[in-house]
């Protein structure tokens, strides 16, 4: 969130975005380039999670191989389950789109519970 400096000029906060987002990307392409020079046939990604808004996920698709992603939907945690399965499926979509509609990977998730919930209730049988 921030402060309301921080927050209260739009086109400023757009700037950070898109430092962010070139500060990223940059990093990714120097991690990238090593790998590159020793084997341009390696395949690389990184994790992308959900839709973290502190960078353009499309521009930094652009210089990886293929999307890879992590999901751990917070099952029977609200009532309303429909909506977090519809937005578990928007981010899927999401993530197949940073590519053109290539398939992606699901780099993460769990069977279990995870240790960051605010509470890791046990999944239902069967899911």
Same mark, same amino acid.
């Given at each position: 969130?921030?402060? &309301?400096?921080? =927050?209260? /000029?739009?086109?400023?906060?757009?700037?950070?975005?898109?430092?962010?987002?070139?500060?990223?990307?940059?990093?990714?392409?120097? !991690? /990238?380039?090593?790998?590159?020079?020793?084997? &341009?046939?390696? *395949? $690389?990604?990184?994790?992308?999670? !959900?839709?973290?808004?502190?960078?353009?996920?499309?521009?930094?698709?652009?210089? @990886?191989?293929? =999307?890879?992603?992590?999901?751990?939907?917070?099952?029977?945690?609200?009532?309303? !389950?429909?909506?977090?399965?519809?937005?578990?499926?928007?981010?899927?979509?999401?993530?197949?789109? @940073?590519?053109?509609?290539? *398939?992606? $990977?699901?780099? !993460?998730?769990? *069977?279990?519970?995870?240790?960051?919930?605010?509470?890791?209730?046990?999944?239902? *049988?069967?899911?």
């Amino acid at each position: 969130s921030g402060s &309301a400096g921080e =927050i209260s /000029i739009h086109g400023l906060n757009l700037d950070w975005h898109r430092f962010n987002t070139a500060q990223v990307t940059d990093f990714c392409r120097h !991690e /990238i380039a090593p790998l590159k020079a020793a084997n &341009a046939d390696l *395949p $690389v990604t990184t994790n992308f999670m !959900e839709y973290f808004y502190d960078y353009d996920y499309w521009q930094l698709a652009q210089t @990886l191989d293929f =999307i890879s992603w992590d999901s751990y939907p917070m099952w029977h945690r609200d009532k309303d !389950e429909t909506t977090l399965a519809c937005y578990t499926a928007m981010y899927h979509d999401m993530m197949r789109s @940073l590519k053109g509609g290539k *398939p992606f $990977v699901l780099m !993460e998730s769990t *069977p279990s519970t995870t240790n960051w919930q605010p509470t890791s209730k046990l999944k239902k *049988p069967g899911m």
